[in-house]
């Protein structure tokens, strides 16, 4: 664990880039659900950060929030007035760790169908999300920064740590079996993009 510097309270310029595989939803949020024939009343995101070493970005729920204590990827509602989901993507996750987006590789499922967008309500039930989750590159040498109101920790966490659900004798569960399945899909197709570029390598040597 990492003790984390305080929140900037002012955002940047944000100045991303994207792969083609996730440019339909570079399009307002309420757009994609009239786009998609959609009822859902709005959509949220998600972002899987890996650092050099393969790690992902986990950050630990307050304890006053929701799902106290539990781990889960940066990420959150897309705000109306985003410029498209994907901004609402790089929002989120410079407003919860203080990074600055680079660039969107592409979207990682949930693992339950093999489909991107995992569905879920906010406290009271009475309103309908559906999250999509992206891969995303930042660039090296920022620091975490949480806001305290919403997040206590943070950690790189390696694959094993995240299929475990611990690091040594440090339990560090995760919200639900949907961000169990996503961060297992995260990864799995991360080595397979490594995989294909290691193989690219060779045949080109």
Known sequence: MTEATPPL???????????????????????WLKDNDKTWDALASGALVFDAQGRVLLIQRAASDSMPNRWEIPGGAVDPEDPS?????????WEET???LRHIRRVVPDGLD????????NRTGQRFFCKF???VDVPEGQEVRLDPNEHQD??????????SQAIAERKIPLTNSIMV???????EMRRASEEEKAGAVTRDS
């Open 9 to 31: 309270k002012s955002p940047p310029q944000f100045d991303f880039t994207f792969d083609e595989s996730v440019s339909e939803w570079n399009v307002p949020g309420p757009q």
């Open 85 to 93: 989901v994907l901004y609402g993507c790089a929002r989120e996750l």
């Open 98 to 100: 203080g990074l600055v």
């Open 114 to 121: 093999a489909r991107p967008g995992a569905i879920f309500t």
């Open 133 to 135: 989750s992206f891969e």
């Open 154 to 163: 943070f950690v790189w966490a390696t694959e094993e740590m995240v299929t």
């Open 181 to 187: 399945n996503l961060l297992r899909k995260g990864f």
